[in-house]
């Protein structure tokens, strides 16, 4: 019943962009930060971006930050994660995940209440 859903993954070149959405169903996803999130074999999930439940705030791991753009249509329920100027450096299975709470604790929601399953994003030429 409640679900999120990744979006939008690929194959891209090194310089290109992708936008990723994820769209949740089941509860209202306006009431919730959503953040992004990134994992490559062998490593820690990580952090990416994290946007408030009104999209207000917006916060990005340095990695990312002035590259990739969170944002959200609270009318259709998604959020999205546009990512420009891609580096091989950002493969990787992309995650969005609910908050508990409205609101981010640097470039992650406060405490996580849920997943979803991942999309794939490959940079490579």
């Known amino acids: 019943q409640v679900q999120l859903v990744e979006s939008g993954g690929g194959l891209v070149q090194p310089g290109g962009s992708l936008r990723l959405s994820c769209t949740a169903s089941?509860?209202?996803?306006?009431?919730?930060?959503i953040g992004w999130f990134r994992q490559v074999p062998g490593k820690e999930r990580e952090g990416v971006s994290c946007i408030s439940s009104g999209g207000a705030s917006t916060n990005y791991a340095d990695s990312v930050k002035g590259r990739f753009t969170i944002s959200r249509d609270n009318a259709k329920n998604t959020v999205y994660l546009q990512m420009n100027s891609l580096k091989s450096e950002d493969t990787a299975v992309y995650y969005c995940?609910?908050?508990?709470?409205?609101?981010?604790?640097?470039?992650?929601?406060?405490?996580?209440?849920?997943w979803g399953q991942g999309t794939q994003v490959i940079v490579s030429s």
């Open positions: 995940a609910r908050g508990v709470y409205g609101y981010c604790s640097g470039y992650v929601p406060k405490n996580i209440a849920s």
């Open positions: 089941g509860f209202t996803m306006g009431y919730y930060a």
